[in-house]
């Protein structure tokens, strides 16, 4: 059992890697949605809502990425701090500061593009 589990846990790590890679490389169009509850993130810190931060399903923490709102042409650099979003067609939840500066606030959610950035 204990094969197996590691089996899986390499396997999931590559999966991830790969997936890092991709988003690097040609970056990725989706929805952005934002947050701003304090909380514990994924990555142990506590979640600053006014820090320029964002969760992101794959990349590792730390990455910095460019969000950009594909709507008002408004970019934003980002560390990734947390996991998420875990809702169906978004691929990045940005802080309540970063969703400012995106234009987000109003829609709550935005079309954007994201790319590593470091």
Request: no cysteine; proline share 3%; glycine share 10%.
């Amino acid at each position: 059992m204990r094969t197996f589990l590691s089996i899986l846990t390499v396997a999931a790590a590559l999966i991830a890697a790969d997936t890092a890679m991709n988003v690097a490389e040609a970056g990725q169009r989706g929805m952005a949605s934002y947050y701003g509850y304090r909380s514990k993130t994924a990555s142990g810190e506590m979640m600053n809502p006014n820090a320029m931060t964002a969760a992101h399903k794959t990349l590792p923490f730390g990455t910095r990425v460019r969000v950009t709102n594909t709507r008002t042409g408004h970019s934003v650099v980002v560390r990734i701090n947390d996991r998420g979003p875990f809702i169906r067609g978004r691929i990045i939840d940005v802080s309540t500061g970063a969703a400012r500066v995106l234009g987000m606030i109003g829609s709550g959610v935005a079309p954007v593009t994201v790319e590593v950035v470091s």
